[in-house]
Every structure is written in C-alpha cells, then in structure tokens.
C-alpha cells in the first residue's frame, strides 16, 4: 500500500479518452486506498481455441502480439514500485487476459502516448493501449476493439471552492487548464476556444504537459487552476487523500478500447476475446479490482462511431 501512495502522489493519467455530455455526477469513485495492484485476476483465464482460431495464422504461428503501452498512473497502467518496472492496471489486466483467451504472449513496450498511433500505421505494434478513446478523427486511420466507458473530466485542488459541478467549458473562462499533450484533452480544449470569446468573456489558457508528474505540481502549487484529464484517473487520485485534488464534474464520455492500424485483421479475435472475459466474469473482476465497475460496457465493439 505504501508503494502505491508514493506512485500517486507524483501523477496524474494523461492518456486520451474521453460518451455523451456528463452530469458531473459520479458513477462510480475508487476506494484508491483499497486497491491491492498486487491481486492476480486473470491467471485463471484459459485459452478458448474457438476464439484463437480467429487469429491470422502467422499470429497464432508466432505466439505472440507486440503491444505498445502508455504508462502513467492508476487505474489505467502504471508501476507500483518503478525500481521492479513491474506494470500494473486496468490497461495491463485486460491485455493480459485477453491474450490469454488468444492464446498469446504480450510483448509489450513502454512507449510514450502521442507515439504510439503512429506507430501502429508503420507496423511497430499489433496492437496499442493506452486508455484510448474512440474518437471520429481516430476512426479515420484507428480500428478499436471497446472494452470500457470512461471520458473527460475535470479536477482541483481540494482548497478551491470556485468550481464544484463542471459540465461545460463555458464555466472555465479566463482560468488556465492544464492537460497531456496529444491527448484528446488537448484537442478538444484548443477546438472549443472560441465558446468563451463567443459568450464576450475571456478566453481559457490551455498549457498542455508531456509529464505526468508536471501536471499536478503545476495545480498544486497554483500555476494552473484546473486540470482535463480522464474521469477513472481523476477520480482515483481524488481518493487519495494526500493529492490533494478533488474531482468536479464529467464533461464527454467516450468508449475506450485496443487500437489496431485501420483494417486489422486482428480486431474479431480480441473483440471475441473481450466478450468472452465478459461472460465468465474475469471482466468484471478486473473492474471491481481497479474500483471502475461504473466504466463496465455490456458487450465489446469494432469500431463504433463516437458517441455524440
């Protein structure tokens, strides 16, 4: 446990998601302090030969899927202790049961998060996770293969009392939000600018950050007042007491899945492979593990179109 205060404290989960407008109401909160990263959930899978069979043949030859990840911080994939690079999370416990119904071994690569799409197109990885949300201008060149719900969102420090119910961007004129670079954070905060110039008030600042651990030392020490990142991630660090954040709405919930380059033939299988963890409840084990059964989907999808 106290491995997994110190990851905490230093992070916050700037990998892209992002379903329809929130409530800011919360579906599910993590007991973060509960979390045991340690706890096996899918050793008890078995390979389903049915759904391996839906692998290419040289996939199911070679044995295995190359698989770059993003790694940043709880629920989605991070390292309790960094000297051991052991990783854990959500990301990390479904890729690992879901090749365990293919049959296959993860050869998984720590990569840094606006690398990794790219590097699907050029034939680096099978496969891409990294809290990934299906958006309409992923579609373009992403397949994905769903496996939850999660979306934007918004935190603080605890101590500030000027925003509590975030719903709408409008609500944050004239204030500096910080975010990940290259996420769909990002983009959608430099797309929806001129919401506040259109409304005659002054304009957010967005500072966009390429580490983790930058994000919260800027709001913790007022250089930045909020910060859009993904609900499961801003949620579990709230949890947390010594973070000192606290989480203040959902803005856009988004379906989150594997990424595959455009036309994959890999996509039937893993979605198989997800519907099949579903059924036997390996699916909802994982969840209840990473304290995100309010991001449960009911069945796996190739490739939806983002929700409006």
């Not at 651990?213 to 800027?218: C, D, E, V």
Request: hydrophobic share 40%.
């Amino acid at each position: 446990m106290k491995a997994l205060a110190t990851a905490l404290l230093p992070l916050l989960l700037l990998t892209a998601c992002g379903s329809t407008g929130g409530t800011g109401t919360a579906k599910d909160v993590p007991a973060a302090q509960g979390v045991d990263p340690g706890r096996d959930v899918v050793s008890q899978e078995q390979k389903v030969d049915a759904i391996a069979a839906l692998l290419p043949a040289a996939v199911r030859q070679a044995g295995a899927i190359k698989v770059g990840s993003a790694f940043g911080a709880p629920p989605s994939a991070y390292y309790p202790d960094p000297a051991s690079k052991k990783p854990a999370g959500l990301d990390v416990d479904f890729t690992d049961a879901v090749a365990r119904v293919l049959g296959l071994k993860v050869d998984r690569e720590d990569a840094s998060f606006e690398t990794i799409l790219p590097a699907l197109g050029s034939g680096k990885y099978d496969v891409g996770t990294g809290n990934f949300g299906v958006t309409a201008a992923r579609l373009k060149t992403i397949d994905f293969v769903t496996y939850i719900d999660d979306g934007q969102g918004f935190a603080v420090r605890k101590d500030n009392t000027g925003l509590t119910d975030v719903t709408d961007l409008t609500q944050l004129c004239g204030r500096t939000i910080g975010t990940g670079a290259g996420t769909t954070f990002e983009s959608t905060l430099n797309a929806d600018k001129h919401l506040c110039t259109d409304a005659g008030r002054k304009p957010y600042t967005v500072q966009s950050f390429s580490e983790n651990g930058a994000i919260l030392t800027s709001l913790q020490q007022g250089r930045i007042d909020v910060v859009m990142s993904t609900i499961n991630g801003l949620r579990f660090q709230a949890a947390q007491p010594a973070a000192g954040t606290r989480f203040v709405g959902e803005f856009h919930r988004l379906d989150v899945g594997f990424a595959f380059p455009k036309g994959s033939p890999l996509t039937p299988a893993f979605q198989a492979a997800v519907n099949q963890l579903i059924k036997d409840g390996t699916y909802q084990r994982i969840l209840a593990k990473w304290g995100t059964t309010g991001s449960a989907v009911t069945q796996s999808l190739i490739s939806p179109p983002e929700h409006p």
